[in-house]
């Protein structure tokens, strides 16, 4: 594409010397164009065989089919008839029209036949639309204008600029709409160096203060990034309409500026100017963005207040946001009132539901957020919409957090019957649902069969390989992944230290610390340190540890300093255990778990005197032991388990089933081992107890007795997984031949019981 600055600052790009004196001489010509861009849509008359009949008697395929047959008309009869076809989207009526205008000779009318270009535009024909412009007895501003907005309506701002050039080269001078199409190409384009040109040519001839160029202008600095010369050019605009407020508001929420956005939208309604369901919509995504749910609300009742209520695009915007604020039973309510349901709305009540798993405070509200959203997608399907990607992609994440594969395989079935599996998308979501579930096997045949890999897909598979224990896979894999030429990004550098952690090869992750920083000028994040410093923990260096987390540009996380507590408590190295939950402890105060595991760790080196201290301090905190929460998935139904909750109808056949289990464990060489437990400092003594009913042990015993001999059992729990556990379900699997796989709150790993063994190695258990 040729670029603009050969011509505009050769000055080839003309306008009078002083715009203003045009634009008086000008204005019939620039008032054609807004009505021939924008038209009502009212037929009114027509004129057949010579006869005035009013048209409203006719339908459009009815006049189509008069005037195909040879009826006369006259001119000024034709724009209704193309705005009829443009409403209806009909690009067949505008070839009937066409060819009837070169039938009856209007075909050298300029004005009907610059329309003709809009109309071939309107309805996605763009090559007939360059046709006819270029066969015009003549081209003035509104044909030219009427190309270029078609290009950049089909999607093809270059063109748009192409044409803009050789309008300005052939002489014409554009008008204030003009120039706001050009600026909207460059948005489209997102070419910041060419908008500026134009600004600068704007500026040159004084139409920067005109509305609809101010606004065209704000929206291009907003979509390329500048924000602050979006709101000095909106702020430039001497009449500012509800387009203006809109697109300044807009600016700031989508670069970050959201509080800004609100101030705006503030001093819009104090200087009288009412919002339109664009601007409302905008403002709720801003009160998303800050979770601002009260005034979100206050939003919802000014909607409704302006007419808005049922606006389809405003509802959504406010179910996403009471989703992603944890108002639910407001959401749900209001989707049920809706009488017409699009697909848009079905895929917000999904996605809300997919996102809100990732905010709650606990696993077990995030378990029956991700079966809501399974129950909406399974009431879409029976409504008779078609899914889109979007929706596949949403319902195939939640899959992943819930680990439910029977669901997963059935959306992957439907996927296949749609058609939608070669989309990427909605390929690497599939890829990432099965590694999650643990079906690796499956994951990779997926990953193979997909049309086009993205970098989303390989760096899902990779990490895939590496939670599933499969090492070699996943750095062979990168390897491949660099030899296909596909740059890794950080999250990808993530996976493969992730793998090299799993395996203790502790000299190929510095390796591949130092080709991500050399190779790719990737600059190293808190999970690449995280990967290392668990290495260094694994291979048991935890002196290099912590000489390592000193080297760190920012603070450690959590993750960081529990591994580090996880590999003293395991190696007995009480100083440094200590250390590292203080650390720990800075950053979640309020933390049962990380002083569990500082008990443990001091109780098993008899360290009674620093036991005590830590106590005391639980007492004064009134800590209660971690949550424990256990669920599996069988047959679309969702069962929970605590070891304090009597209600569930099926605990004493469960019960028995695990006293049975560990009676045949124990003859297997399981020996239970004892915990402390946080309730324990009531009583004066510090005692050990017993693990026999936790959580997991209680779902595992459920899901054998409720599936099949050959279906996996596949649990997840709230909190981390003990030692005990960890080894009676590695006897389980191989006393029952059956699959086992957890995933606790240490989600970076799967524990995938096979035949005895656990896919992490006997690491990743912490307590």
Same mark, same amino acid.
């Given at each position: ?277 664009? &601007?409302?919509? @905008?403002? !709720? %995504?801003? +009160?998303?963005? /800050?979770?601002? #749910?009260?005034? *979100?609300?206050?939003? =919802? $009742? ?88 979007? &929706?596949?992609? @949403?319902? !195939? %994440?939640? +899959?992943?957090? /819930?680990?439910? #594969?029977?669901? *997963?395989?059935?959306? =992957? $079935? ?354």
């Amino acid at each position: 594409m040729a670029s603009f600055a050969s011509f505009a600052s050769s000055g080839t790009l003309r306008l009078e010397p002083d715009l203003r004196k045009l634009r008086a001489t000008s204005l019939a010509t620039e008032k054609a164009a807004r009505t021939s861009l924008s038209h009502p849509r009212t037929l009114t008359f027509t004129q057949l065989e010579g006869k005035s009949e009013l048209i409203k008697s006719l339908d459009l395929q009815e006049a189509l089919s008069r005037i195909k047959e040879g009826s006369k008309i006259d001119t000024f009869c034709y724009l209704p008839l193309l705005r009829e076809c443009i409403h209806q989207n009909l690009l067949s009526g505008v070839q009937i029209v066409h060819g009837h205008m070169i039938k009856m000779g209007f075909h050298r009318d300029l004005f009907v036949m610059a329309f003709l270009v809009n109309a071939y535009s309107k309805c996605g024909n763009m090559e007939n639309a360059h046709k006819v412009f270029d066969n015009l007895p003549g081209r003035n501003v509104v044909a030219w204008t009427a190309l270029m907005k078609g290009y950049v309506h089909n999607s093809q701002p270059d063109f748009a600029i192409r044409v803009f050039q050789e309008m300005l080269e052939g002489g014409s001078y554009p008008t204030n709409i003009t120039l706001g199409i050009s600026l909207n190409g460059c948005s489209v384009l997102k070419s910041i160096e060419l908008g500026k040109q134009i600004h600068a040519y704007i500026i040159k001839y004084q139409v920067q203060h005109d509305t609809s160029v101010g606004n065209s202008l704000c929206s291009l600095y907003s979509k390329c990034g500048g924000l602050d010369s979006a709101v000095k050019t909106f702020e430039k605009i001497t009449e500012k309409n509800v387009i203006s407020w809109t697109a300044v508001i807009s600016a700031c929420g989508d670069n970050g500026r959201a509080a800004k956005g609100l101030r705006l939208f503030v001093e819009m309604l104090s200087n009288g100017v009412e919002p339109n369901e664009l &601007t409302l919509t @905008s403002v !709720l %995504s801003i +009160c998303c963005t /800050l979770q601002s #749910l009260g005034l *979100g609300s206050q939003v =919802h $009742a000014l909607s409704i207040t302006l007419g808005h209520g049922t606006n389809e695009h405003i509802i959504n915007s406010i179910l996403y946001l009471y989703l992603k604020c944890g108002w639910t039973d407001e959401a749900a309510k209001l989707f049920h009132g809706m009488e017409d349901v699009g697909l848009v709305t079905w895929n917000v009540m999904i996605s809300g539901y997919a996102e809100l798993m990732n905010h709650v405070k606990e696993d077990l509200s995030a378990y029956h957020s991700g079966t809501e959203a399974l129950k909406i997608f399974l009431n879409l399907n029976r409504s008779g919409t078609e899914p889109d990607p979007f &929706t596949f992609s @949403s319902i !195939l %994440s939640v +899959c992943s957090r /819930l680990v439910a #594969l029977e669901q *997963g395989e059935q959306i =992957h $079935a439907q996927t296949l019957k749609t058609g939608y599996l070669s989309d990427a998308i909605v390929g690497s979501a599939l890829v990432n649902m099965y590694n999650k579930c643990g079906s690796i096997d499956k994951a990779s045949k997926a990953f193979v069969e997909m049309s086009t890999r993205t970098l989303i897909s390989w760096t899902s598979m990779i990490s895939g390989f590496a939670h599933n224990g499969q090492i070699q896979q996943a750095l062979q894999l990168f390897e491949d992944m660099r030899i296909a030429g596909v740059r890794p990004n950080q999250i990808t550098v993530v996976g493969v230290l992730s793998a090299c952690s799993h395996a203790g090869m502790l000299e190929e992750a510095l390796s591949y610390f130092e080709m991500m920083q050399k190779d790719y000028k990737l600059k190293p994040v808190m999970d690449h340190f995280a990967c290392l410093i668990n290495t260094f923990v694994r291979v048991g260096k935890l002196e290099e540890a912590f000489e390592f987390v000193k080297k760190m540009e920012f603070q450690p996380n959590e993750f960081i300093w529990s591994r580090l507590l996880a590999g003293c408590r395991n190696l007995g190295d009480t100083e440094l255990a200590i250390y590292a939950a203080k650390e720990l402890l800075k950053l979640h105060p309020e933390d049962a778990e990380t002083y569990q595991l500082l008990l443990t760790t001091l109780m098993s080196a008899e360290k009674w005197e620093y036991a005590s201290i830590v106590k005391e301090l639980v007492r004064e905190k009134k800590l209660e032991k971690p949550t424990d929460w256990s669920w599996i998935s069988i047959k679309d139904k969702v069962h929970s388990f605590n070891p304090d909750d009597p209600l569930h109808s099926e605990k004493s056949e469960t019960y028995g089933f695990l006293d049975e289990l560990l009676d045949k464990a124990k003859n297997f060489g399981y020996e239970p081992l004892e915990n402390f437990e946080l309730n324990d400092v009531k009583h004066d003594t510090m005692t050990f107890s017993s693990p026999v009913h936790h959580s997991e042990k209680l779902a595992v015993a459920f899901g054998l007795l409720n599936t099949s001999n050959a279906a996996t059992v596949r649990i997840i729990k709230s909190s981390s997984m003990c030692r005990d556990s960890h080894n009676f379900m590695k006897a389980i699997s191989s006393i029952t031949n059956r699959k086992i796989i957890i995933r606790d709150r240490d989600s970076r790993w799967l524990h995938k019981f096979v035949d005895g063994q656990c896919s992490c190695g006997d690491y990743a258990c912490l307590l």
